[in-house]
């Protein structure tokens, strides 16, 4: 048996419960927020189909008579938009998600629960509470696990708003389409009404195709169909050359041309807006993840101090000022300016591409942001409690960050007033949570016969140190050989106290 104290068991729960409610809030708004969009959409989505379903083409006779082409042509868009106009239900999606946030609660309960019972079993223990010591190790694995399901179901939930956004704007443009079938329907007629007319009249029938052909939007024609658009020209510069008869008798057909070719530049512009606007909606969630309002995270010393009222940080200022993934924060900045890049040139395929890859990095980030968060705040708690100790125990103290970064670490200084020094040079929890503590110490007088009380006091507060050298190489402490000295067997040495 090793002999652990319960102190050590308590270090091992409590300084983690504060640094985990860091990342609650962010949780909870972050949640809220993707919850609030789906359901938003839905709502917009489904009052949209309900006005599409109420929308009728009934095209005239005579309409079909003079434009059979086009009239046909209306009715099978229109019939296809009307069969794209499926219902859209997200209740079972945010039903989904509300069952894994309930079981990440309920798991978070019976892991609390479960630190409560260890507790009570050491209540009325000092050592030997080697037993209690594994099952809270595994309880933190446990809480880590329930940490990394809380990100897994954010990261669900953001592509859910990704998803349900892009259908929103097919929904808007669906009905945009259907409004403008509905007006053409109505041109249509009134053309339709025109060229019976224009049967008798030569002159009147080529200033009619005149204007009709003139009204093409020439930028569009540009940028989507500039080689159709010169044929159907060449159409109408031979028709102008006609004779009388030969005029009123190609009207129509010619009347009808340009009308498909209107329709076909409509279509190839709506796609381009729907596109557009999917890539626009996709790079601005994209920032809307980084943008602290809603994503955020706490400076470890407000946070420390003030708690959910502290100042709160966006996620690449929060990872350039406190952690080492420089790279993952330059490819992320890298990327969203590659995702805008290919918007301004309208390459809508490679923005889609590019954003996905963007989403990943960003919720790699996320992840490990959380952790980092709950590591640095847990690293004050412990130089707050080394540093507390040492002042009751009679030393003068100071806290500095190292290298003016909390991100390094914290050096605790300790004097008293016989000239004798301990510097604990770097308190520090890794990546993988565990903490690290250095010491030098400097003696005049009977600093190292301190040492026991020193360690007793840190105890109390959760911090075990089992083992103290000096720099020369001699044992000033060494906690784990005194017990071996009263019958119990070892298992290893350690300088401090492993994970929290």
């Known amino acids: 048996m ?28 972050h949640i809220s927020t993707a919850e609030k969009n789906v359901k938003t959409n839905q709502e917009k989505i489904t009052e949209i189909s ?54 990440i609660e309920t798991e978070l309960q019976k892991a609390d629960k479960e630190a409560d019972r260890i507790r009570e079993r050491i209540r009325n223990k000092n050592w030997y509470c080697d037993d209690e010591y594994e099952d809270a190790d595994k309880l933190l694995k446990t809480y880590r696990q329930i940490g990394n399901e809380k990100s897994r179901l954010i990261r669900d939930l953001d592509q859910k708003v990704q998803i349900s956004n892009k259908e929103l ?5 669906l009905e945009k389409r259907i409004s403008q079938i509905l007006l053409a329907h109505k041109q249509l007629e009134e053309r339709a009404e025109k060229i019976v007319r224009l049967h008798k009249k030569a002159s009147e029938a080529k200033d009619y195709i005149k204007k009709a052909f003139n009204l093409i939007d020439h930028q569009l024609v540009e940028k989507f169909l500039p080689g159709e658009y010169e044929e159907l020209k060449q159409k109408c510069d031979d028709f102008f050359g006609l004779s009388d008869e030969e005029v009123t008798r190609n009207v129509t057909a010619l009347s009808e041309q340009i009308g498909l070719f209107e329709n076909r530049l409509q279509i190839c512009y709506e796609t381009f807006l729907e ?9 601005d969630a994209s920032r809307q993840i980084l943008n602290p309002e809603h994503n955020f995270f706490y400076e470890p010393v407000d946070y420390a101090k003030n708690k959910e009222k502290a100042g709160k940080i966006g996620l690449l200022e929060y990872l350039e000022d406190y952690s080492d993934k420089q790279e993952l924060v330059g490819r992320i900045r890298s990327g969203i300016r590659q ?12 923005v889609q591409k590019q954003v996905q890859i963007n989403n990943e990095l960003i919720h790699q980030a996320v992840e490990y942001a959380a952790v980092l968060q709950e590591h640095l705040i847990e690293n004050f708690y ?11 125990m009679g030393f003068e103290t100071g806290a500095f960050k190292i290298d003016g970064s909390v991100k390094n670490g914290w050096k605790i200084c300790a004097k008293n007033p016989g000239g004798d020094t301990i510097d604990f040079t770097k308190v520090f929890i890794n990546d993988n949570g565990d903490v690290k503590i250095d010491i030098d110490h400097q003696t005049v007088g009977n600093c190292p016969s301190k040492w026991e009380d020193i360690c007793k006091a840190l105890d109390d507060v959760g911090i075990h140190i089992e083992k103290v050298d000096m720099e020369n190489g001699s044992n000033v402490l060494n906690r784990r050989e005194q017990k071996k000295r009263v019958g119990h067997q070892e298992s290893g040495q350690f300088q401090t106290l492993p994970s929290h």
Do not use: W
């Open 2 to 29: 090793s002999g652990r104290k319960s102190t050590e068991v308590n270090g091992l729960l409590a300084r983690g419960k504060d640094a985990r409610n860091a990342g609650n809030a962010n949780y909870l708004k």
């Open 50 to 103: 309900r006005r599409v379903r109420e929308q009728r083409l009934i095209i005239g006779q005579d309409c079909k008579d003079q434009f059979p082409e086009e009239a046909k042509q209306l009715e099978e868009q229109f019939d296809s938009l009307r069969r794209a106009n499926q219902p859209v239900d997200y209740g079972k999606d945010l039903e989904a998600f509300q069952k894994r946030r309930q079981k």
């Open 169 to 173: 704007i097919q929904y808007q443009n």
């Open 275 to 283: 596109q557009k606007e999917k890539a626009d909606a996709a790079v």
């Open 339 to 350: 995702a805008e890049e290919h918007l301004k040139a309208e390459q809508f395929g490679e």
């Open 382 to 392: 412990v130089a707050r409690d080394i540093k507390g100790v040492m002042r009751k």
